[in-house]
């Protein structure tokens, strides 16, 4: 007789991201980006070349997200929004590593699938303000601190400048064609106080430091880029 599986062993099993399917992603970012815009990388010799890495990045635009994958220098796993999983979209995104999650309660199994991510050494991508906005880091969710405290991996701040600027003339949800968009890495830096503390006043004391260090990131990246 066919043993059918516990209602709890079932919500456990977790399927883990694909570490080739994010590299394949990260060549299809390749060729779109730089064959259908002029991205200008800077400061991609911050991101540490191995181990677990959680990239912050500020989220103006939708094509944010894709920039990012095709320029930055390892293949990033992004917990994305459940509602672009729609259609053929949802198996193509599971399929290049990328993490579905509901921003509208606890989400287990993106919660074990991003952690999973950096116990492996991958890297992480998250919009930290939760929702596409004036991509500016004014508010910050919690799950940034949590993420980064649980698992002990450096944050790296990533500005993505441009997206914005100008609409295109054929598609006008997106910027010009062969339109500099600039992406700029800052330095690694740990988010814990190195008490290893995972409480909610560590967390609230975590999520204060990394928003005074990815404001400061993208101040930075705007006088370097001149945008």
Same mark, same amino acid.
């Given at each position: ?5 516990? %209602?709890?062993?079932?919500? %456990? ?7 080739k399917g994010a590299a394949v992603g990260r060549g299809i $970012? ?13 400061? /991609? ?10 990239? !912050?990045?500020?989220? /103006? ?18 917990? @994305?929004?459940? *509602? ?11 399929? @290049?590593?990328?993490?579905? =999650? ?10 074990? $699938? ?7 050494? $991958? ?5 930290? *303000? ?11 969710? !919690? ?14 701040? =990533? ?6 600027? %100008? ?13 500099? =968009? ?5 330095? /690694?830096?740990?988010? $814990? ?12 004391? /975590? ?21």
């Amino acid at each position: 007789m066919r043993r059918h599986p516990h %209602r709890g062993e079932a919500s %456990r099993r977790v399927t883990p991201p694909s570490e080739k399917g994010a590299a394949v992603g990260r060549g299809i $970012g390749i060729g779109l980006m730089y064959g259908l815009w002029k991205p200008r990388v800077l400061g /991609a010799w911050r991101v540490p070349a191995s181990g677990p890495v959680i990239f !912050a990045v500020n989220h /103006a635009h939708n094509l944010d997200g894709p920039m990012l994958m095709g320029t930055a220098p390892r293949p990033v796993h992004f917990l @994305i929004k459940k *509602e672009a999983f729609k259609g053929p979209l949802g198996p193509f995104l599971e399929g @290049i590593g990328q993490l579905k =999650v509901d921003r509208g309660a606890p989400d287990r199994t993106a919660i074990t $699938g991003a952690l999973d991510v950096l116990a492996h050494g $991958g890297v992480l991508g998250i919009f930290p *303000e939760g929702t596409r906005g004036e991509g500016d880091f004014a508010s910050l969710r !919690a799950g940034l601190a949590y993420f980064a405290v649980r698992s002990g991996a450096p944050i790296v701040p =990533v500005a993505v400048l441009g997206s914005t600027d %100008r609409r295109g003339r054929l598609i006008k949800a997106l910027p010009p064609l062969r339109s500099r =968009v600039d992406v700029v890495f800052g330095d /690694a830096f740990q988010a $814990g106080d190195g008490s290893g503390r995972r409480t909610r006043t560590a967390l609230d004391d /975590a999520t204060v430091r990394i928003q005074e260090r990815l404001t400061a990131h993208l101040e930075n990246a705007k006088r370097l880029t001149g945008r």
